[in-house]
């Protein structure tokens, strides 16, 4: 099992940055993909960043291309997602998750692929 834990988020200004950082307990991190994602009020939860199975390629949601970045280090067990040019419509809470590796390449996008899941971090973005 992989247990979860986030932290980073806050308030910031139209423009501005932060960095999440999802910190990974377990016995085996390399074996699972790890991902972020966001739930905004009154909206279903959505697919922000992940890497590949491999860790070697990179997946973003077209709302945050070129404006996050997701970044690892498996000896640290951390995954962080730098978050520049911030908007008021990334104002989310953000969750840390983990797929395993032996799921298909194409679900890493997808909500149901991910086994474990961090308590999330609200991230607000002011005009």
């Known amino acids: 099992q992989v247990q979860l834990v986030e932290s980073g988020g806050g308030f910031v200004q139209a423009g501005g940055s932060l960095r999440l950082s999802c910190a990974a307990s377990?016995?085996?991190?390399?074996?699972?993909?790890m991902g972020w994602f966001r739930q905004a009020p009154g909206k279903e939860r959505e697919f922000v960043a992940a890497?590949?199975?491999?860790?070697?390629?990179?997946y973003y949601a077209e709302s945050v291309k070129g404006r996050f970045t997701i970044s690892r280090d498996n000896a640290k067990n951390t995954v962080w997602l730098q978050m520049n040019s911030l908007r008021p419509e990334d104002t989310a809470v953000y969750y840390c998750?983990?797929?395993?590796?032996?799921?298909?390449?194409?679900?890493?996008?997808?909500?149901?692929?991910?086994?474990?899941w961090g308590q999330g971090t609200q991230v607000t973005v002011s005009s």
């Open positions: 377990g016995r085996t991190f390399t074996s699972y993909a």
């Open positions: 890497f590949s199975k491999s860790g070697d390629n990179t």
């Open positions: 998750a983990a797929r395993p590796t032996k799921s298909p390449e194409a679900t890493a996008i997808e909500l149901y692929a991910y086994d474990f």
